[in-house]
């Protein structure tokens, strides 16, 4: 290397090291903002039940029982609420508030990277934060917000020569966080390899692979140590439950189609942005992610598209957002009047939705706040000490002390197995029939004299048909408007 080339990669050092230092100071002062403000307007309730099994997870955790893992599809969301279990219940909110303000400066390194300008930049961190229902899941207490993150830096870095260690460390983590994110990951560093190698430098290539390896190394080997697998166990746990493989490929498609309309429709204009994505390489491995992605949900579980306000399918937002910078960076006039139509349009279509998008957070909000809140503290004062309450959903319940009997099995292995070998069993006892009797099984092994179910999970799965079937005697304690309470009697003890 020559003199001068060495003593511009030394001058230029201190450049980088304050940028990254800048990047560090503006998240966690922004995280700041977004988590008073979060915890001053709305308080410490989180608006998804899940939210809550990761906090239960997370306290397990901080007394020493790995096995709570289990329970988790982010091991590394666990693991911070596990580190912020000090301040427990504001643990989600302070992980939310860092993920948006990481998420936010992410897509904004893009739109530098595409050569925006201050107001462009602007326009694009409005999209960014408020689109669709994007305010909800930021706000949800799960890791959607560092899912947003990582996908952002992922798209952000995965140009050639842009810091291969910092690239690969995150990609190699990102599987931890999100399942579906590692095949993004994985997708983004073939990708860069490939041009990597064709650019003669594949020392790139190699960086990237020895980086992910280091840092997926530890999260794959605890995983596998306390769940038995480096895949959630949570995920088939949910896809067993739901049980939607076996019907036919046309109702499955059907209701993928109307999940992935629902999520077109509510971020409205934004998903214009697939147009400006596909004229380029990097778009057209969003694009092949996009097809895993969907792909997966169709065989295995479409309503995952509906479920949470479509909350899955927002880790294909940032692809969105990267691809309208570069529609506005462009140099071809007509692209970036294309870029600006939408821009504009998306802006003026977020602000005209906001209240009715805003009621979709509000309304599990004070479900929490209210109903759930309520339900606890009845059965605190109704239960005896001890008594086992079967439930789904168990989140709140189970971080206020109430001992909660999980039906699903997302917190309890042994339930997970028993649901696994009735509910795929061959024949006509699997299935609808396998399921009421691990429905059943699991009722008469917790000896539970009390049921708290979500009214339209009871719909769904028949919980309560289930036990009047096997001659329980199940009779309405209350009704709780979403959900309801019901005393179980002995007779089919």
Known sequence: ???????????????????????????????????LVRVMVLGDYYPVDDAYIGLHAAAALWAGDGTALASSTSLVHVALLAALHPVAPLGPAIIGGLGAAAYLIGIDRSAVQAGLRAP???????????????PLHLLNGLETATTLAVCAWLLALAGPGRAPVAFGVLAGTAAFIRPELGTLAVLLMMHRAWRAVH?????????????????????????????GSVVPPTVGVKVLWFDEFPAPMSDRAADLAAGALQFA??????????????????????????ACFYGAALVWMPSATVQYDGRYQYVLVPALLVGLAWALGDPSWRVRRYGRVVAVAALVFGVATAPTHWGYFVRPHDLTRFEITAIAAWCQDHVPPGTPVLAHDVGYLSTAGVPVVDLVGLTDRRIADRNAELISAPGPAGGEAGRRAAIVATARASGARLLVVRNSWDVQFHITAALRSAGWEVTLEHDWGT????????AGR
Do not use: C, E, H, K
Not at 8 to 35: E, Q, Y
Not at 120 to 134: C, F, Q
Not at 207 to 223: D, K, Y
């Open 265 to 290: 429709g509510v971020l409205g204009p934004l998903v214009l942005g697939v147009f400006a994505l596909l004229p380029r390489a990097q778009g057209w491995v969003v694009a092949g992610f996009a």
């Open 120 to 134: 462009w930049r602007g326009v694009l961190g409005l999209l960014a934060l408020g689109s669709g229902l994007i």
């Open 483 to 490: 959900y309801s309470t019901w005393r179980l009697g002995p």
């Open 1 to 35: 290397m020559s003199t001068a080339a060495t003593t511009a990669r030394w001058s230029a050092a201190p450049l980088l090291r304050s940028r990254v230092a800048w990047t560090a100071v503006g998240t966690i002062a922004l995280a700041a903002v977004l988590v």
């Open 199 to 227: 650019a003669g430098d594949p020392r790139d290539a190699t960086r990237i692979a020895v980086a992910a390896g280091v840092s997926a190394a530890p999260w794959a080997s605890w995983a596998a140590v306390t769940t």
